[in-house]
């Protein structure tokens, strides 16, 4: 009998060494991983995003409106550093390619190159053409295009793309905006000054829809024909300001000479030279567009001095709207912690997104066109006058709806 109780011991010893190793294997077993799943862990996604630009100097009234050669490039690549400045911490790297054709070139190779580099984010600096021309092949290849260079009104509208999101704004916002300050300021009766090329007509479109939208009244009408003239001989530039003196002579009063010249013929001759003493805006005179190189408020001193610091000039609005769409694209991988361009392309037009762009207010996209939501500023030559929308003008989904083609209006069917 005493033998037994040595043996019972024995057993019991060991019933209590496999039953207390028992939960350490079963706590073991759901940490082991395959070898290569913590080298995966470890590596860093790469998003490269591409830049197409149709580039070519450009002839100005003014040398001091001379665009510099990085316009809107500098803007992106400014928008690279903040996004890597997020990025290594949750083990993101953004790049940029940048491709230039000509002005009236084929953009359709320039944008293949850019694809075969593994680009699958494109800001496009395009006219409404070319963009047009390559909107169909990126959604067929799941690539998504940000426009921050063509205002045309029916990119948005007949010619809107599911895969297009625009960062520049319309005409139509930079005209409304422009119209409810001047109705503001109890300025309604405008002359229209208007040149004679394609982009001058429609500028001159929006400032009459302007003037119906919000109540002022157009009295009259001028078209300013291209002759040609040599702008850069002394001849040729004293020609274009004796005539403005006589081209406004015969119209009746108003209180705004209203200047669409976005070709660059006569615009900026218009202050100080029309035959009545009277304020001018548009294309020249009071400004409306999406930055300004004085703006400081909401921050803007800030990204102002970080833009001057690395590229050495002031910020202009295609670098802002550029800048933008980077940001955006940084702002959507982060969130999503992701690149796939399906779910960035869901999310951005998804309640929950919205980009912080120094203008007082975060910024979001329009569901029914992609063109994104943002306050116009209004400005001089040195600066920031006033910033639309203006006090007053409601909307019931957001105020900056007022300003451009509002959902009830539309025309497009995202495709």
């Not at 001028?222 to 403005?244: C, H, P, S």
């Not at 000479?257 to 006569?266: K, P, R, T, Y």
Request: a neutral charge; aromatic letters at 8%; one cysteine or more.
């Amino acid at each position: 009998m005493t033998s037994a109780v040595p043996g019972t011991l024995a057993a019991l010893l060991c019933f209590l060494s496999l039953t207390a190793g028992a939960p350490r294997a079963f706590a073991q077993q759901p940490t082991a991983q395959p070898a290569g799943a913590i080298k995966s862990q470890g590596q860093t996604t790469e998003i490269k995003i591409g830049y197409l630009r149709a580039y070519a100097p450009r002839l100005t009234l003014s040398l001091l409106d001379m665009p510099p050669r990085d316009e809107g490039v500098a803007g992106a690549n400014v928008a690279i550093g903040d996004n890597n400045t997020t990025g290594k911490f949750i083990k993101q790297k953004f790049s940029l390619d940048v491709a230039e054709i000509k002005p009236e070139a084929d953009a359709v190779q320039a944008f293949d190159d850019l694809i075969a580099k593994g680009d699958r984010y494109v800001v496009a600096d395009l006219s409404a053409r070319q963009l047009l021309s390559i909107a169909d092949i990126a959604r067929d290849k799941g690539v998504l295009i940000f426009n921050v260079g063509a205002t045309d009104d029916s990119l948005r509208e007949e010619d809107c793309r599911i895969n297009v999101f625009h960062i520049a704004p319309t005409r139509s916002m930079l005209a409304d905006a422009l119209a409810q300050y001047l109705m503001v300021k109890k300025w309604p009766n405008w002359a229209l000054l208007y040149g004679s090329h394609d982009e001058d007509h429609l500028y001159a479109d929006a400032l009459r829809r302007a003037a119906a939208r919000f109540g002022g009244q157009i009295v009259a009408e001028k078209e300013f024909k291209d002759t040609g003239t040599a702008r850069r001989t002394d001849t040729g530039a004293t020609q274009i300001q004796q005539q403005i003196s006589v081209f406004t002579q015969d119209l009746p009063e108003h209180d705004v000479l209203l200047v669409a010249d976005e070709s660059e013929v006569f615009g900026t001759y218009v202050p100080y030279r029309s035959w009545t003493s009277r304020l001018v805006a548009g294309t020249a005179g009071l400004v409306a567009s999406s930055w300004h190189p004085a703006s400081e408020q909401w921050g803007g001193i800030q990204m102002q001095s970080r833009f001057l610091k690395t590229t050495g000039r002031r910020m202009l609005s295609k670098d802002m709207s550029a800048w933008t769409a980077v940001r955006a694209v940084g702002e959507a991988t982060t969130r999503t912690n992701g690149d796939d361009p399906k779910k960035i392309s869901d999310y951005i037009r998804s309640d929950d997104f919205s980009v912080a762009a120094f203008k007082g207010q975060k910024l979001t996209f329009r569901k029914w066109n992609l063109q994104l939501r943002q306050p116009i500023l209004l400005g001089d030559t040195k600066s920031v006058v006033s910033t639309s929308p203006q006090e007053g003008y409601l909307h019931q989904v957001s105020e900056l709806d007022t300003l451009g083609i509002d959902q009830p209006e539309t025309k497009c069917v995202l495709k």
